[in-house]
């Protein structure tokens, strides 16, 4: 079955810090990985996705993600943290009836 | 402006009222779906359509009932509601085999 897992609850950086949030993945097959942001109040918004090609994608708001097929790792990342940047992430896998099957969520927290 | 919309957006009830939760998308998208959210377990997916009257089960469907008759809208009903289904329902679309799924804003029910 296809799994994803984000091992951290809360991510705290201060601002102007890089900041990475974790993602591990179990599949059969290829993965399809993605990337979601939650702000308060809202729904879940797409920042970016691998599905196949490079193993560095690049995502909208200046975020990145590096896909690692040794270990099986989709960590989300920036150079430089906002406080704008405060918010719920989500790691999801897409399985073969186009259902995303989403990791237990990251909050991330930057720090002024 | 392409979107997803819920209605309502804040529901509190009482158990055994029936209730509906409606979904509409303006983006003529083929798939769509229902998902709950719950603190330390992230989204699980409740009902899926591929198409028009096409609907198939998620992760948790028990106590959820859906129809598809038009392509733009997916209810969500609740028969008989229960107190573990307070939570925050999202309904989300996308182009069959898409890659970003489009998120609703979110309607958070509560039942005593």
């Known amino acids: 079955a296809q799994s994803v897992a984000q091992p951290e609850d809360q991510v705290n950086v201060a601002e102007g810090n890089p900041l990475t949030v974790k993602c591990t993945y179990s599949?059969?097959?290829?993965?399809?990985l993605f990337w979601y942001v939650q702000y308060p109040n809202r729904g879940l918004q797409f920042l970016l996705k691998y599905i196949t090609g490079d193993n560095l994608v690049k995502g909208s708001y200046g975020f990145e993600a590096e896909f690692n097929k040794s270990q099986t790792s989709f960590h989300l990342k920036k150079p430089s943290a906002l406080v704008s940047d405060s918010a719920l992430y989500f790691c999801?896998?897409?399985?073969?009836?186009?259902?995303?099957?989403f990791g237990t969520g990251t909050r991330l927290q930057v720090f002024p | 402006e392409a979107q997803v919309t819920q209605n309502p957006r804040y529901l509190i009830t009482v158990t055994g009222k029936k209730l509906t939760v409606t979904c509409s998308q303006n983006?003529?998208?083929?798939?769509m779906s229902w998902y709950r959210q719950d603190p330390g377990l992230g989204l699980r997916q409740i009902y899926y359509s591929m198409n028009v009257e096409v609907t198939d089960k998620g992760d948790v469907p028990e106590g959820y009932k859906v129809s598809r008759k038009e392509k733009r809208n997916f209810p969500l009903i609740l028969e008989s509601p229960s107190p573990n289904q307070t939570s925050l329902y999202f309904c989300?679309?996308?182009?069959?085999?898409?890659?970003?799924?489009?998120f609703g804003p979110g309607t958070r029910l509560t039942v005593l």
């Open positions: 599949v059969s097959g290829n993965p399809y």
């Open positions: 983006m003529n998208h083929e798939y």
């Open positions: 989300a679309s996308t182009i069959k085999g898409g890659d970003e799924q489009f």
């Open positions: 999801a896998v897409r399985d073969i009836t186009d259902k995303l099957i």
